[in-house]
């Protein structure tokens, strides 16, 4: 088969060559089977090296023909890589030499070892049979129970770290980094709660980040929260079924400073959507500072239901310095136009070149559309029965540009009691008003399931 490549060759396949094609591709699909090795037979090493790896195969001829034992590959290192090829062969040697005999024997018999210390016997009682994250620093609030065995720097990590824990029976407590407190749970009861947290009925659903700060939010803690929330979100088949494309590829957007909240508006209609009980719009309009919004489910996307919302809004929150939306007919039109001078606000519209200048509501709109799509399934009739729960997630979801906060806290000033506090059992420090010099003797209370309360403090 060689000759037909040559240069000039006329390409004929005859028979000859159909055999040798045969014969080769009979010789590439069979798999080298590797055998036991015969300790009476001599042994052979082949190796080969690279600029990048070596490689060796250790095996035996059985009648003429080469039989593998064990193969064996290593990639090579900065400094390896100047190796000759002298030493890069006595490299994939020694490398073989220092594999483990594949044909020893894994399951040697140990003695189990039945003695337990008299101290473990006062330590503290599991509920389930896997140990928890924080056991070792339960036991050492509780009854001054180290690990024995741990190393210099070992001690000092626990040391450092077992100070920001205490004990108040039955619970674990941790001072965060936020100086807040929250309780340390484990095992299936924080399963429960990051699920609650993520797929619950007012809950989103929402990324593993957002998700994780929730849980914070609720007053609890644990070591792998992000880790934990990120399969979540990895396994949830609505997540990536509904997941949006990053937008990391877009021209960087340049921020509106507000000063005040509902300072600036943005208005923009959602649509058309599946009739669901004769609404086939979504009217949002959003606050540009807290990030708070206003959702109305409507029939129709004219002038006359915008102005209508508009002097609802203006009754509750007062008027706006400005409303910001794009050039639709439902806004560009004389009855909008009239109801703005009326009210002395000024109405400020993105154009082609700089579409970014409407992007928070734009955000809004996706992050309405994605917790529908995610909480509403296949019954896309029921979406104006779920908007008033898609609403309460996203005003309690945390907002990275206003500082860790939710619109609902930013708005009133304290965090939302929502559905997945309930079955779980949360103590708050209450303050109260009280001086600096008194607070940190101040007691906890114990705050009794299904009730709240709110965190107060003065300077």
Known sequence: MTHLLEKNALFVFFDDCIQAFRTLKEKLTQAS??????????????CDASDFDVKAVLGQRIEKH??????????MIEAEANYTTREGNASSTDHLSRLKNPYENVFDPKEINEFFPLETISKLAHHDQSTSWFVDFANYHAGKFIIKGMSTQQKNKFFKDVKHYFWDDPYLFKTCA?????RCVAGQEASNILTTCHSGPTEGPYGANYTAKKVFDLGFYWSTIYKDAFELVKNCDSCQRQGKISQKDEMPKKAIQVCEI??????????RFPNSKGNKYILAVVDYLSKWVEARALPTNDARVVVKILKYLFSRSGTPKAIISNRDTYICNDQFTK???KYRVTHRLSTAYHPQTSGQVEVTNRG?????????????????????DALWAFRTAFKTPKGQLSSFEALLGRGCTTDASTPHRIKFLVFGYLSRSTRSSHPLIEISQGKS?????IA
């Open 33 to 46: 089977i590797l055998i036991a090795p015969d300790w009476d037979k001599p042994f052979e090493l082949m």
């Open 178 to 182: 936020d100086q807040v407190i929250r």
């Open 339 to 341: 109801v703005m001078s």
């Open 368 to 388: 309405l559309k994605r917790i529908l799509e995610r909480t509403v399934g296949e019954n896309r009739a029921l979406w104006t029965d779920k908007l008033d």
């Open 66 to 75: 080469f039989r593998p034992i064990y193969y064996a590959s290593k990639t």
């Open 262 to 271: 509902f300072y600036i508006w943005g208005i923009d209609f959602m649509g």
């Open 453 to 457: 309360i709110s965190l107060i403090s």
